[in-house]
């Protein structure tokens, strides 16, 4: 039960959540750098009483939370979204296992990928996962979805995603702080009586049937019924979409608790109304559970089917929403429209690194690290560059001997499984490991030394580097014997960042 304390004026949405935090007596919280999360982090591990530390992936860290709640004590998770993807596995599966105490997984959605690999929308996680999901419009649903959603989580007996975006976490707002007061619930061991269908079962049948009721009647879905045009919205959109529904007599439903549907909500709102427009973002997760013939939105083409919207997007929809078909031509981003692309850091300690990679002419793979940046000119160089981690696998799927370029942070991230398969399975390629000791394009982070685990694994199949001693020449020479070599080899360069480096705005 939540015990009112005390009105707050002009919070920022990082604040709203470190407090959320506090209020709910969280014991632990476990995350991973990346944009847009980090500020908010920051601001956790600035209080000893949370227990916040980084770890080298997702999945460590929601394995870590479910520890903590299977003890009794309440955990959050802090990630970006392609995060998500990482600890989707025991996260789902914890679903029907159970929990103790509540679980939080704050996801930090880049809209836009403006720092990210890609554009994802973590709201469907909560269908793929059946886990309610909310989606804050200020800092006080941010508070209210952290601290609300570890009373849900313990009450389900399951996780709670909250999505959160940049914009909401710098917006600042009003808040009325409350407690949750700490049950210290332990997970309840009868879970083993049933099957894994039988978990399975219990859950859809308490679990889920009741997060399906609170989400009805929660005080974050509003709505108010004016015209005979209406408005479906949610996340930082609804600030948007609730101006101009105020401004045009329109009616406006803003749901903050998205998933499970609130679907009686949704139903009384959509009876009557002529035309509704459905506006979030980035995805249409509302509009595909609502969608008929006077539904408007992405799918129909009345706003950009991906990326933010903006209030002359969203007046422009309204104003052709008796139209059937779609309104908008899309205009492909490029980086040459755009006008610039990511480069390196002036002083790179591993500038002749990549020069010679150039210089070889063979197949290269990169990753979300620094190595990205060898996809955009100078270099233009990168086959593949995918998730954290991802580069040796790719390029032990070349047809010809190629290298793979990541961090030591992507080593630890998922990249170290990879390098072991690659071992095992006798496979081609030569991997080039910038050590440099810290999570250098997430944030900054401090790593631990990696060259001494590599050289022990690899032998004599690694040969480690120190960058101030390189030369192209001499970098090139070494790739060259290495690549004519039998087998997986390792070229480690150590080396650090230079104090004060900013990514580069290379003209694209």
């Not at 071992?423 to 900054?444: D, I, P, Q, W």
Request: glycine share 10%; with cysteine.
């Amino acid at each position: 039960m939540l015990r009112p304390d005390v009105e707050l004026k002009n919070i920022a949405g990082v604040d709203a959540a470190y407090m959320a935090l506090k209020d709910a007596g969280v014991r632990m919280v476990r995350g991973v750098p990346g944009y847009p999360i980090n500020d908010l982090f920051t601001r956790f591990q600035k209080d000893e009483g949370l227990n916040a530390e980084w770890v080298f992936n997702e999945k460590i860290a929601y394995e870590m939370a479910v520890g903590a709640s299977a003890c009794g004590d309440r955990a959050v998770v802090v990630c970006k979204h392609v995060g998500v993807n990482i600890l989707a596995d025991p996260m789902i599966i914890s679903v029907s296992h159970s929990i103790g105490s509540g679980i939080v997984v704050i996801a930090g959605d880049d809209v836009g990928a403006f720092m990210s690999s890609d554009e994802q929308d973590s709201r469907w996680y909560g269908k793929l996962a059946e886990i309610p999901v909310f989606d804050p419009s200020t800092p006080a649903e941010v508070y209210d979805s952290i601290l609300g959603g570890l009373g849900l989580s313990e009450r389900i007996s399951a996780p709670v995603l909250v999505r959160v975006v940049d914009v909401v976490l710098r917006e600042q707002g009003d808040i009325s702080r409350k407690v949750l007061p700490v049950r210290h619930k332990k997970l309840d061991r009868s879970i083993w009586d049933y099957t894994m269908f039988g978990k399975h079962q219990k859950y859809l049948l308490e679990g889920w049937s009741q997060a399906a009721e609170e989400s009805e009647r929660s005080p974050m879905n509003r709505s108010s019924k004016k015209g005979a045009i209406g408005i479906i919205s949610s996340g930082y959109v609804s600030n948007i979409a609730a101006g101009i529904a105020e401004e045009k007599g329109l009616s406006h439903l803003a749901l903050g608790f998205v998933n499970p549907l609130p679907r009686g909500l949704v139903d009384d709102f959509l009876f009557g109304l002529d035309h509704v427009l459905v506006c979030e973002e980035v995805s249409p997760f509302l509009e595909e559970q609502v969608h008929m013939p006077k539904v408007r939105g992405r799918l129909t083409g009345h706003l950009p089917r991906a990326g933010p919207l903006d209030e002359e997007s969203v007046r422009n929809a309204l104003d052709n929403i008796s139209m059937q078909g779609g309104i908008r031509d899309v205009e492909l981003e490029t980086l040459a429209g755009r006008g610039y692309a990511i480069g390196k850091c002036d002083e790179c300690p591993y500038t002749p690194v990549y020069d010679a990679i150039k210089m070889l002419n063979v197949p290269v793979a990169g990753d979300a690290g620094c190595s990205i940046q060898a996809a955009n000119p100078p270099y233009s160089m990168l086959i593949v560059a995918m998730a954290l981690g991802s580069a040796p696998s790719v390029a032990c799927g070349f047809n010809e001997k190629g290298i793979a370029m990541m961090g030591d942070y992507a080593l630890l991230h998922t990249g170290l499984p990879a390098l072991l398969n690659a071992k095992y399975s006798g496979k081609e390629a030569v991997v080039v490991l910038f050590a440099n000791r810290e999570a250098a394009m997430t944030g900054g982070q401090t790593l631990p030394d990696v060259t001494g685990l590599v050289k022990d694994i690899f032998k004599e199949d690694c040969v480690i580097s120190d960058s101030g001693d390189l030369s192209t020449d001499k970098v090139y020479g070494d790739l060259k014997k290495l690549l004519e070599a039998k087998g997986l080899k390792i070229y480690v360069v150590t080396g650090s960042c230079p104090a004060g480096r900013k990514h580069k705005n290379m003209l694209a």
